[in-house]
């Protein structure tokens, strides 16, 4: 799983400011995937996408956020505005598309993204 | 909507000793896969084995296995001869199948202490 890389691994905004987190997936792997984890507790899924496309953003907050993968370079989770509530561990993981995967999803190290 | 419950926040285990931690969840479908993470003070997310729900024989990896009882919707891990290293935070989730990869539902963790 650490083929799943993830920078910055440690990231400051203030409020109001912008914040972006990459991804890139393991090799081989067409399916992102964006978590977070708020302190003290379990992660709650956000957003998946496969190259170019969203998937399900089921678990995204209305405003402020967004994600890409597009065709060439890492997939971008984007922060609009940040306000403290945004304070988290936001992980990404990712699987190999197609039914004979195993459906195992690999997660990266994680982005702390710490809004003062 | 799928939902996993871990009712044990904390846990404590001597070392070389055996823990059982345990996992429910609730869904209507048939056809899904069980997973336990592992998440030590390093924060990164690691997977530790995995379950398909169509398989009737329990998931094993070295000193881990789970005792996977679908009629119960009931899945604990147990973990043998316990290390130092095991202390972590462990998350039980759950992906429906379907053909293809999907979103992780997680619980919202056990905390595994391993004592000297």
């Known amino acids: 799983n650490a083929g799943v890389m993830q920078n910055p691994r440690h990231l400051v905004r203030r409020r109001g400011q912008e914040a972006r987190l990459r991804c890139s997936p393991m090799?081989?792997?067409?399916?992102v995937y964006w978590y977070r984890q708020l302190p003290e507790e379990g992660l709650k899924f956000m957003v998946y996408l496969q190259k170019e496309n969203i998937i399900d953003e089921s678990g995204m907050p209305k405003e402020r956020f967004s994600a890409e993968f597009p065709k060439e370079g890492p997939s971008i989770l984007r922060i609009q505005q940040v306000v403290r509530g945004d304070s988290a561990a936001y992980f990404c993981?990712?699987?190999?598309?197609?039914?004979?995967?195993?459906?195992?999803?690999?997660f990266g190290e994680g982005s702390w993204l710490t809004v003062v | 909507a799928q939902t996993v419950t871990q009712s044990q926040p904390e846990m404590s285990v001597q070392e070389a000793e055996t823990v059982t931690l345990s996992c429910t969840y609730d869904t209507s479908e048939n056809n899904y896969y069980l997973f336990w993470y592992k998440q030590p003070p390093s924060r990164q997310m690691i997977l530790v084995i995995r379950q398909e729900a169509y398989k009737q024989q329990n998931a094993t990896e070295n000193r881990f296995s789970v005792n996977f009882q679908k009629a119960a919707k009931s899945f604990s891990l147990k973990i043998s001869d316990s290390q130092l290293g095991d202390t972590a935070m462990y998350f039980c989730a759950f992906m429906r199948y379907t053909g293809t990869a999907s979103k992780l539902t997680f619980g919202t963790g056990t905390r595994l202490q391993v004592t000297l």
């Open positions: 090799k081989g792997h067409s399916h």
């Open positions: 993981a990712s699987s190999r598309s197609g039914p004979h995967s195993g459906n195992t999803i690999y």
